[in-house]
């Protein structure tokens, strides 16, 4: 199993370009999430989605967009990157296990992409 | 309010014991979790404990949950230079018939040799 795959693992954009960040999963999960890092503040959870059709925000979601049309895939759109966005980027992937503590919920994280914004 | 808080940096000896804090606001928490991340990589699930337990052991790593002061500790015995990595806490919170992780800070751990 490849796990949780992210591309590109390295962006550097000019402030005002748009892209997209990939995250695709192959464990049939129906929890996927992104979070950002950032030196000091740990991670923290900008969108995220219960199953494919449905998604919400979390705790920084101004700026981003996301989509869930498959349950494998989770992108993450930038609309117009600013340089508060320079950050590393992880998108999770965990058993959504129906029942509010059913089983041991662990998240399986990608390795990550560094963007920087100019 | 949710929250999840770590000291920084850590710094032991190898072959020490190295101790690593949290402190968590929110109650509710169902599960509590400790990941690993090693430089330029993902977090890596290290260990877990269930709300209503208050130890874990699981070879060098020992978790302790004391929920009367929502602090969780994460003590790994005889620490090795292969330790050094940020360690986050985490929780599990319900939320809208779903739930959501909550992370602290990191936590860096260096250990010298």
């Known amino acids: 199993n490849a796990g949780v795959t992210q591309t590109p693992k390295f962006q550097v954009l000019k402030t005002g370009q748009s892209m997209t960040l990939q995250c695709a999963q192959d464990m049939n999960h129906e929890y996927m999430s992104w979070y950002r890092q950032d030196p000091g503040m740990g991670l923290r959870l900008i969108h995220y989605?219960?199953?494919?059709?449905?998604?919400d925000q979390g705790e920084v979601p101004n700026g981003y967009n996301v989509s869930r049309s498959t349950t494998e895939d989770f992108p993450l759109r930038l609309l117009s990157a600013a340089p508060s966005q320079t950050s590393v980027y992880f998108c999770?992937?965990?058993?959504?296990?129906?029942?509010?503590?059913?089983?041991?919920?662990?998240?399986?994280f990608g390795q990550g992409t560094r963007l920087t914004v100019v | 309010g949710e929250d999840v808080e770590q000291s920084l940096f850590l710094s032991v000896r190898e072959g020490d014991s190295s101790v690593i804090n949290c402190t968590y606001t929110?109650?509710?928490?169902?599960?509590l979790y400790w990941y690993k991340q090693e430089p330029g990589a993902g977090l890596q699930l290290l260990t877990y404990i269930f709300s209503n337990m208050d130890m874990k052991q699981d070879q060098r790593l020992t978790v302790l949950l004391n929920k009367k002061d929502k602090h969780l500790s994460l003590r790994i015995a005889d620490t090795q230079t292969g330790d050094s990595a940020i360690y986050f806490c985490a929780e599990s919170l319900p939320t809208s018939g779903t739930y959501k992780y909550i992370f602290g800070t990191g936590t860096r751990l260096k250990v010298l040799a």
């Open positions: 999770a992937s965990s058993m959504e296990g129906g029942e509010v503590g059913w089983g041991k919920t662990e998240a399986f």
């Open positions: 929110d109650s509710s928490s169902t599960y």
């Open positions: 989605s219960v199953g494919a059709g449905i998604t």
